[in-house]
């Protein structure tokens, strides 16, 4: 048995039917969710249809709900609550074909969460969309949709040279992959940092940033260092994207966007292409975060070099909306009130 798992052509075997059963599960699965999401939008919709034909009220759901613990007394889904959940969903979705084909791929739990915290239709369909391609754990997407993710991807505008400098295909994922700017609010920082604090505070909190940065990065390291030339250099954070399958070197920097920033990453990608990147990884990308940039810079600044990087803002408070600043009590309001003080 021994010899035989040292065997190449068995190793290939067993990867082959590892894979298979790994592929077919996968669909079983998701095969699964599919059906009970559609059982859900029929029980929802037959609720609906009865109360209106028989002018059935409140009581007929609990009615309901203890007829089917009974029938089906190993079933977890028919609370009462569960039931006025499929209810609500059918009702909501009943005029949004698109979105009745879209909601069978994402689980229950994630139906729920949009349902409840998202009444615009477009931006429905925003977030089951990115949970679909992104794979988002429900806690993610909570995160997301705290973060407003859908509001800032409307407006944003992308810096990045991907298309000149990646095979289509990635460019199209790398795009994807990052934003034009990231939510550091939860670092609680209010006022001016250095940079390797700022480095610090994110290294600290690196789950919420991993949740920020979205589905597919790991961290590998903070000051990671490359020697080449019998030199050392320190790159700020460094992550692998498994979608993209390649490293992905992030820059720290908590002022303006200055140009010769672009040359320095530049410099760590080819660097991280030489000397870090295994054989099968694709190129690796480069993303400078920093406080402020401006478009004409950024863009003249990309121009012509031959590896892939983008520009992005990271947006440390969220400022209240002017016309409600006037109409929230202030912090001494508050004291005043409460503490006499």
Not at 146 to 152: D, E, P, Q, V
Not at 215 to 225: A, D, E, T, V, W
Request: aromatic share 12%.
């Amino acid at each position: 048995m021994k010899s035989l798992r040292k065997n190449k052509d068995y190793s290939k075997f067993l990867n082959d039917i590892r894979s298979e059963i790994e592929s077919r599960y996968t669909k079983a699965v998701y095969e699964v969710n599919r059906e009970l999401i559609a059982l859900y939008q029929s029980i929802g919709k037959m609720i609906v249809q009865r109360q209106d034909q028989f002018g059935w009220g409140k009581s007929i759901v609990e009615q309901l709900s203890l007829d089917l613990k009974k029938y089906f007394p190993t079933g977890t889904g028919y609370s009462v609550q569960n039931l006025w959940y499929m209810r609500q969903f059918y009702l909501e979705y009943q005029d949004f074909p698109n979105l009745q084909q879209l909601v069978g791929e994402i689980p229950w739990g994630h139906n729920l969460l949009i349902m409840s915290k998202i009444k615009d239709a477009d931006e429905r369909q925003f977030y089951i969309q990115a949970t679909i391609d992104m794979k988002w754990s429900r806690n993610v997407l909570l995160n997301q949709i705290k973060a407003n993710t859908y509001h800032r991807q409307a407006i944003a505008t992308k810096h990045h040279n991907f298309k000149e400098t990646l095979p289509a295909h990635i460019a199209e994922q790398a795009d994807e992959a990052i934003k034009d700017s990231y939510m550091l609010d939860f670092l609680g920082i209010r006022e001016p940092i250095l940079e390797r604090d700022l480095e610090q505070k994110m290294v600290t909190q690196i789950r919420d940033v991993l949740l920020e940065l979205g589905y597919g990065f790991s961290f590998i390291g903070n000051q990671y260092r490359v020697t080449a030339n019998g030199k050392e250099y320190l790159i700020d954070l460094l992550f692998y994207h498994r979608r993209l399958k390649c490293l992905v070197a992030i820059e720290l920097k908590t002022g303006k966007f200055k140009p010769e920033y672009a040359g320095k990453m530049n410099f760590y990608l080819n660097l991280l292409d030489e000397k870090v990147r295994e054989a099968d990884e694709n190129p690796s990308i480069g993303i400078i975060l920093c406080a402020d940039h401006d478009h004409f810079e950024v863009e003249y600044a990309l121009k012509g070099l031959n590896k892939p990087m983008g520009v992005a803002e990271y947006l440390l408070t969220k400022e209240l909306p002017i016309e409600l600043k006037d109409r929230l009590p202030t912090k001494q309001d508050i004291s005043t009130k409460f503490f006499g003080k």
